[in-house]
């Protein structure tokens, strides 16, 4: 399997403010982040508020990417991830009609998979319904709850699923990630996931890198990179806690910082309006504080 190099922006889904998709939008996105040097986008996932669509709406959602992207480098990660893993199948199935690079699937979390079987059994029916298509586990327990150690998980299934690619890895255990990135000589792509640590994930290996924050401000993080490669590692690590002090200030703005970090996409001109509920937006005072707070940090 190849091996994604550079960021992939965690897409927010546009909505109007009657709550329906605001498709449109998306083609600011994807001129936006192209424009930027990203180097695709993750859809439907935790930032994109995939969980709280229906079945249609996701599907329309990833239509309009596929049709919106055309450059051919740029990457289009499509998340299929349920708490049905019949319905998993069924995005799966649709996304291998579409011009998309790789799926993906965080494990389901309403009844989560208690056993490493059973998430390998998870695993396993979604892939084989887009046998095409490279597939990516989306490890992210902060939100699943499902935490098994993600080495164990390759080794249980090296050499048995013939399009699983790798891991999306959300997670703070970096002694895990560092065994999977070098396991069976760096067989698997795994894309790091923690845009707040990013610099700890370079440190590590990666190459990859999938986040919320790297829709409206990426190039501080293109900057980290920079720092990180050419061993100027003090830059790199203010650069770090600058993201560190964004996120944070995220957080303190909203009911979760994907509230605040969609709100923020307005500084780009490209409104992707309101989020679904159990997610509260921000008011116009909230969003004036967000916006000035974003100046003071220099982003």
Known sequence: MKHVNGLIAAVHTPFKENGSLNLDTISQQYEFLRNKGLAGVFMCGTTGEGMLLSMEERKAVAVKWSDTIKDAEFKLFVHVGHTSVNQSCELAEHAKSLDVYAISAMAPCFFRPSTLQALIDVCSDIASAATDLPFYYYHMPAMTGVNFLMIDLLR??????????????TGENLMDYQKC????????????????????????G??????????????IYFEIIKKFQENELDTARQLQLRSQNLIELLRRSACCDIVASKAAMKLHGIDC????????????SEFEELVRSIHELGL
């Open 206 to 219: 990666a190459t990859g890198a999938v986040g919320s924050t790297y829709n409206f401000c990426p190039d």
């Open 181 to 204: 990135l070098f396991f069976d000589n760096s067989k698997y792509d795994i894309l790091f996931g923690r845009d707040e640590i990013l610099l700890a994930g370079l440190a590590c």
């Open 156 to 169: 249980a299934l090296n050499g048995k699923i013939n399009n699983f690619a790798g891991i999306k890895f």
């Open 273 to 284: 309006g309101p989020v679904r509920l159990p997610l509260s937006n921000i008011n116009q």
